[in-house]
Nanobody
Framework: QVQLVESGGGSVQTGGSLRLSCAAS????????MGWFRQAPGKEREFVAT???????YYPDSVKGRFTISRDNAKNTVYLQMNSLKSEDTAVYYC??????????????????WGQGTQVTVSS
């Protein structure tokens, strides 16, 4: 079992930055691939970033060049640095963990554990 707790959400103006954190507990953090997803009202959960156990990362075009995922295995924490924020980035952001290394980690169904989410609101 893995417990995930996100923090760092809030309100920011267009063009601003936020850093989300996700603290993991309950298992060996370095054994898991980690991901960030987001969900806006009335929309499906959307892939934002993933980082493998090796440290390799992958992003969708919508956030590439603006968002950076990283992990600190010593602190059992994964981060999402978000820069140049846009109004369309407004959503609840979720952290997730997966045991499998087969998949890239771009789909919610590939993850085994989820955090409770943290709200990010970007306004002009």
């Amino acid at each position: 079992q893995v417990q995930l707790v996100e923090s760092g959400g809030g309100s920011v103006q267009t063009g601003g930055s936020l850093r989300l954190s996700c603290a993991a507990s309950g298992s060996i953090f370095s054994n898991y691939g980690m991901g960030w997803f987001r969900q806006a009202p009335g929309k499906e959960r959307e892939f934002v970033a993933t980082i493998r156990r090796s440290g390799s990362t992958y992003y969708p075009d919508s956030v590439k060049g603006r968002f950076t995922i990283s992990r600190d295995n010593a602190k059992n924490t994964v981060y999402l640095q978000m820069n140049s924020l846009k109004s369309e980035d407004t959503a609840v952001y979720y952290c997730a963990a997966r045991r499998s290394t087969v998949f890239l980690g771009t789909s919610p169904g590939q993850y085994d554990y989820w955090g409770q989410g943290t709200q990010v609101t970007v306004s002009s």
